[in-house]
């Protein structure tokens, strides 16, 4: 691969208004909650009367016991907040955390879990929302696309197609669970936004390693219903095989995408400094990180504070290893996202100066250590 340096230039992180606690659910679906291990995140995440079988299903037991299998907070729509609201938000915080206009930006890049209409993705509508004058558009990899994105946008530029490219990716679970649905109490919403440009010395991207997951494809169905008004809707259902296929392909997934960047980037997983994983458990971290070989502290995990926000968390555990210092310039990290019907990745790149926007709450500063006062801002789009 070619070493002309790009990368992240800036990172913005934007969470919608409602946060719930684990005891809005207990005050509203006592019985669901007694009944937690016959409903679907129980099915979704158990030994399923078996024993443990891999790395997977040891860091998963300690959970089990947990009718909300470690989630402790989520974060869901508000009134008059979408998946648009929430993009258009990011944007404008990564553009301004890098000193940049709409105009700066050749190029946009958009994934969505899921966009707001059927059969059109988000990319022209926040296109115009934004009003940017060049070329946009949308990918899909499922909640891996946080690193696919990545990578698309450093070949862009390295290839001298553009210049500046922003990214933005959004996932909103809550339109498309049911909250009396127990699968729901581990997913959340959010968006993350970051502009790629080139980079200075040896930094950005030096190697990427993708594969599709074709095997999960039956993991999350699409089911379509109509509402309590007759109105038609999407609705995702775990499939049956969901339980096994997590827990049999998260290791080989793991390690093809993991050990094929280190490879790309022409490093060993001791010369990285920091470890990034699409946390979507609240196990997953420490999965990874027995998996690999690796220390826990070279890593970071923020599931309990905000559940499975999608491919948004690879940004979320990106923001905050930043904000909190756990990696600086010129530092080595690698990031790994995975999801169904999609694509698993992992980049390694060498950290160079990201700008960060203002951190979007501030109940997480005393779980993180965060010091001073980070208010959060509700600016529409």
Known sequence: MSQYPVGIRSLALTLPSIRRTNDYYRDKYPELVEQAE?????????????????????????????????????????????????????????????????????LMLVASIWP?????????????????????WNLDGACGVTPVALQTACALVRAGDYRNVLVVISCTYSRFFDEDDTVSWCMSDGAGAFVVSSLEGDQGVLGTKTVHTSVLCDTLIPQLTEDKHGHPQFRMKIGKSANRLF??????????????????????????????????????????????????????????????????????????????????????????????TGVASASVMRWGKVALNPAPINTIESDLAVTGSRDRSKTSC
């Open 38 to 106: 016959q409903k679907s995140l129980a099915r979704l995440f158990s030994l399923a009367g078996s024993t443990p079988i891999n790395e997977f299903d040891l860091e998963m037991t300690p959970y089990l016991s947990d009718p909300f299998r470690g989630t402790i907070e989520r974060y869901v729509l508000g009134e008059g907040e979408s998946s648009l609201t929430l993009e258009c938000q990011a944007a404008k915080n990564a553009l301004q955390a890098a000193k940049l206009s709409p105009d700066d930006i050749d």
């Open 116 to 136: 707001e209409q059927v059969g059109f993705g988000n990319a022209a509508f926040l296109a115009g929302q934004l009003g940017l004058k060049g070329a946009a």
């Open 247 to 340: 827990r049999e392909m998260s290791v080989d997934l793991l390690r093809t995408c993991c050990e094929g960047a280190v490879a790309s980037a022409g490093i060993t997983f001791e010369e990285v400094d920091f470890f990034l994983f699409n946390t979507a458990t609240a196990w997953f971290a420490n999965f990874c990180t027995r998996v690999l070989g690796i220390k826990q502290e070279r890593t970071i995990n923020l599931y309990p504070q905000y559940a499975n926000v999608g491919p948004v968390l690879t940004i979320v555990n990106m923001y905050y290893a930043a904000l909190l210092g756990k990696i600086r310039e010129n530092d080595l990290v690698l990031i790994y996202g995975f999801g169904v």
